[in-house]
């Protein structure tokens, strides 16, 4: 029973990761943006996170500076895609190597570095319960924010006056600008908080999920929580759901590790993967249903003269 509860605490803890990413990137394609460069932000954000806990100590500092890393590249690729009309495909792909490229640079005198003795989280009084103690209530606090993060989100996005605003002009952008809304802000500012997200996230990994920094660590996470938002069609609930589940397949090759089972170690670290990529195909089999759920100006750029 131990297990499964430790199991299902590692689960929580690796979604995060995925969810913050993955909320990041729903609010850029919200208002119509696709931001491919995930993953290049997240390295960034690691090894940014990961020096600044190195030299001050403060998980904190490090937090801000992975969303700082995150906020400034997403603003670079911004004003790339926004104003100077680059394709955003490209564009994010271009800021993707790029993240790859320039964290393993900056990154190698950290590689043998070591974070100081890191923080025992616990909810007094409800981490001794049996089994959902250890499996709920033993969680960094960032486990907690991801879910009021969905939560607001979804506030945000139904209810208040901005968040309509955000979805009107990933849904019609020249109707936004006739309107009076400044469409090309709107969409920069949706695209830097994004790109905090996807840093906060990055950071998460360097300086609490393992905490090391080695080049190329993100794995492909920034990738996986790009699949999510099409996963969860643009719905924050179904986003963070998502990445439990995709945080479960990722810590189930641990597990059955752990109990010895005769498969192959690649195979169950391509697993996170395969899921991906099944769910995908199962999802793309009805586009219908992707098309009516997802942004209608997705991707497309907007000419405000155009209108």
Same mark, same amino acid.
């Given at each position: 029973?131990?297990?499964?509860? /430790?199991?299902?605490? &590692?689960?929580?803890? !690796? @979604?995060? *990761? +995925? $969810?913050?990413?993955?909320?990041? =990137?729903? %609010? ?32 904190? /500092?490090?937090?801000? &500076?992975?969303?700082? !890393? @995150?906020? *400034? +590249? $997403?603003?670079?690729?911004?004003? =790339?895609? %926004? ?41 007094? @009084? ?53 309107? @009076? ?127």
């Amino acid at each position: 029973m131990e297990a499964y509860a /430790l199991l299902l605490a &590692a689960t929580l803890n !690796a @979604g995060t *990761v +995925l $969810a913050l990413a993955a909320l990041g =990137l729903l %609010i850029n394609e919200k208002a119509g943006i696709v931001n491919l460069g995930a993953e290049g932000m997240m390295l960034c954000a690691a090894i940014a996170g990961f020096a600044a806990v190195a030299h001050t100590g403060q998980d904190s /500092l490090g937090f801000l &500076a992975g969303m700082t !890393a @995150g906020g *400034v +590249l $997403a603003a670079l690729f911004g004003v =790339l895609v %926004i104003w100077l009309n680059t394709n955003q495909y490209a564009t994010g792909l271009a800021l993707s190597l790029f993240g790859a490229g320039f964290s393993a640079f900056v990154g190698v005198p950290y590689v043998q570095a070591k974070l100081p003795e890191r923080m025992v989280y616990e909810v007094p @009084g409800l981490a001794d319960l049996p089994f959902i103690g250890p499996a709920l209530f033993r969680q960094h606090p960032m486990v907690f924010l991801a879910v009021g993060l969905t939560l607001g989100l979804v506030w945000f996005l139904q209810r208040s006056r901005a968040g309509l605003i955000l979805r009107s002009v990933g849904e019609s952008p020249e109707s936004a600008h006739a309107l @009076g809304y400044p469409v090309r802000q709107i969409r920069l500012a949706a695209v830097v908080v994004g790109g905090a997200l996807c840093g906060l996230a990055g950071a998460y990994i360097s300086v609490i999920y393992t905490p090391l920094w080695v080049e190329g660590m993100i794995a492909g996470k920034g990738w996986i929580a790009l699949a999510l938002t099409t996963f969860a069609t643009w719905r924050p609930v179904r986003v963070l759901l998502g990445a439990y589940l995709f945080g479960g397949v990722t810590m189930l090759q641990f597990h059955l590790q752990a109990l010895g089972m005769d498969v192959p170690s690649q195979f169950l670290s391509m697993l996170p993967y395969l899921a991906t990529i099944v769910v995908l195909a199962l999802i793309s089999r009805n586009p219908q249903w992707i098309r009516v759920n997802m942004p209608a100006a997705i991707g497309k750029p907007f000419f405000p003269g155009s209108s």
